[in-house]
């Protein structure tokens, strides 16, 4: 056994704490989603991995790879794609290849994919291009309170309460 405080700095000094790193999020993420909801986990991340460009990426691949255990068990018919992945799809930080994993994934077992947050049209071309299949945000408009949704719709008054 190798005490932490001994082995860190090593992994750190050869470069193999991303790697490392990396197996444990994986690691960590896998057997959490096994776990009853309300329980939590932490994961000690290294200073080396905080000053990681692909530190964000990484926590995000781990988290999506143990949620993809759930498209086998439960039967899905849409994925929404929150909107930090969409803000970002512009901005060259990996987001692109994360959207494009997730909707690869839904195309092959026929599942809606909904782009969230979407507010530019540079944002919209993106998600499009790359395969997304419905789209929402401020570009197409601020969220409205129900009554106005009824009046678009044509609906009256009555069909806030059922009423036929």
Excluded at 29 to 51: D, G, L, M, Y
Excluded at 65 to 84: Q, V
Excluded at 92 to 109: C, H, K, P
């Amino acid at each position: 056994m190798i005490s932490p405080a001994e082995f860190i700095p090593i992994a750190e000094e050869t470069g193999l704490i991303k790697e490392i790193g990396q197996w444990v999020l994986d690691t960590a993420c896998r057997e959490a989603a096994t776990w009853p909801a309300h329980i939590r986990i932490a994961v000690n991340v290294s200073p080396v991995q905080f000053k990681s460009q692909t530190l964000a990426l990484n926590i995000a691949t781990a988290l999506a790879n143990s949620s993809l255990r759930y498209l086998h068990r439960f039967a899905f018919d849409k994925i929404k794609i929150d909107r930090s992945y969409v803000k970002e799809v512009t901005e060259g930080t990996g987001s692109i290849s994360i959207i494009r994993a997730v909707v690869g994934i839904a195309a092959e077992r026929n599942i809606v994919t909904t782009a969230e947050g979407v507010e530019t049209r540079l944002q919209l071309d993106t998600v499009r291009a790359l395969g997304c299949t419905q789209m929402q945000g401020y570009l197409f408009s601020a969220a409205r309170p129900p009554r106005e949704i009824r009046s678009m719709l044509g609906l009256g008054e009555a069909a806030a309460f059922g009423v036929a």
